[in-house]
């Protein structure tokens, strides 16, 4: 059975800095991963994601980073700004034609002014 | 940018009672999800549809729920006789053919 982890569990950083997220899974057959990220109240919505081909993918400020056999994934957010505070999930696709992802339980970041 | 919108955002309903969860997804999505998530843990998969049937479902999609898309636009999640347990936030997806999951904002389900 698919475990997805995610440490730490909550994270404060002046703004401004570079910060990375972890996310860690226990088998390493998966077709995809992806991040999200979920405001208060809200959905989630997602940043990236990575095919199980690939080693990274970059959007903007966000740079994230798949490595299948240790099982493990980052997210990596430059210059961190307030509007970056939410809870950041990852979550992993095992195979093609599999529909359902295995969420981790998130971290939940927070941008200081 | 097209959304996924959830209807209500909260609904109160008593332990056996019969809830409704509204979705409407986005319009030339052909792949749509329910998920949920329990005050502070994980999200969790109920149910995948495609094509007019059930895809895929976890364990926790037993007999009391059930889903339809009775026509274009609208797919529902129906708890038939709902438990203390059933309390949670529900999120519905959809996606088209690439992997991008878009998400509703979710109906928070207490009950009572």
């Known amino acids: 059975k698919q475990e997805v982890t995610q440490i730490p569990a909550a994270l404060s950083v002046p703004e401004g800095e570079n910060l990375v997220l972890n996310c860690s899974f226990t088998d390493s057959a998966i077709y995809n991963l992806q991040w999200f990220r979920q405001d208060p109240g809200k959905g989630l919505t997602s940043l990236l994601l990575?095919?199980?081909?690939?080693r990274e993918q970059t959007s903007g400020r966000l740079n994230a980073s798949l490595d299948k056999s240790s099982g493990r994934s980052t997210l990596y957010i430059a210059a961190s700004q307030p509007g970056d505070s939410a809870t950041y999930l990852c979550?992993?696709?095992?195979?093609?034609?599999?529909?359902?992802?295995?969420f981790g339980t998130g971290t939940r970041l927070t941008i200081i002014p | 940018e097209p959304e996924v919108t959830q209807t209500p955002s909260h609904q109160v309903t008593q332990m056996g009672q019969e809830v409704i969860l509204r979705c409407v997804p986005i319009s030339n999505h052909l792949y749509f999800y329910w998920y949920r998530q329990i005050l502070g843990q994980k999200v969790e998969f109920l149910v995948s549809?495609?094509?007019?049937?059930?895809?895929?479902k976890s364990e926790i999609f037993d007999d009391q729920f059930s889903v339809e898309r009775p026509d274009g636009s609208n797919f529902t999640l129906k708890i038939r006789s709902t438990k203390l347990e059933d309390s949670a936030m529900y999120f519905c997806a959809s996606r088209r053919t690439n992997e991008k999951l878009f998400f509703g904002s979710g109906t928070q389900l207490s009950v009572l």
């Open positions: 990575i095919q199980s081909s690939q």
């Open positions: 979550a992993v696709r095992r195979y093609f034609g599999n529909e359902k992802l295995t």
């Open positions: 549809f495609y094509n007019n049937e059930i895809s895929e």
